[in-house]
């Protein structure tokens, strides 16, 4: 793997931190503040939203209702560059409690991203959420 490759994972995997700090904090715009401003993201419901105020809306909704004692953690998996400046990754995710420890015995959640690299900073362009049985 080339250096610059190893730059570029290291940011992924600081903005799936950022996105788990969102969630687990109930911070909605940390959740969203990652994804273009015409970024889109299904849930694990199967509802489609479109750009990022449409994702904050719906966040602050989830964080302050049904998801709001929820706590999850999050592992960026395979990374595959299509280009210099596009890469779609993988995240799971476990429950976890306020203490941290895993109250899932495998991956509750997997994710699909798509990165974009925009004025030289990784953004997220598109995420599919789908529950794991």
Do not use: C
């Not at 995997?13 to 911070?27: L, Y």
């Not at 995240?91 to 899932?104: F, H, N, P, Q, V």
């Amino acid at each position: 793997m080339s250096i610059q490759h190893q730059a570029d994972i290291a940011e992924l995997r600081a903005i799936i931190a950022d996105v788990q700090t969102g969630f687990n904090e109930n911070d909605p715009e940390l959740l969203v503040g990652h994804f273009t401003d015409e970024g889109t993201a299904v849930n694990v419901m199967g509802a489609l939203l479109r750009g990022r105020e449409a994702m904050l809306e719906a966040s602050r909704e989830l964080l302050t209702g049904p998801l709001k004692d929820e706590r999850a953690r999050y592992v960026l998996g395979d990374v595959t560059f299509l280009g210099p400046d596009v890469a779609v990754a993988h995240k799971t995710a476990r429950a976890i409690d306020r203490a941290g420890a895993e109250l899932d015995a495998r991956d509750a959640m997997i994710a699909l991203y798509v990165f974009v690299r925009e004025a030289g900073r990784w953004r997220i362009a598109a995420r599919q959420n789908t529950l794991i049985r």
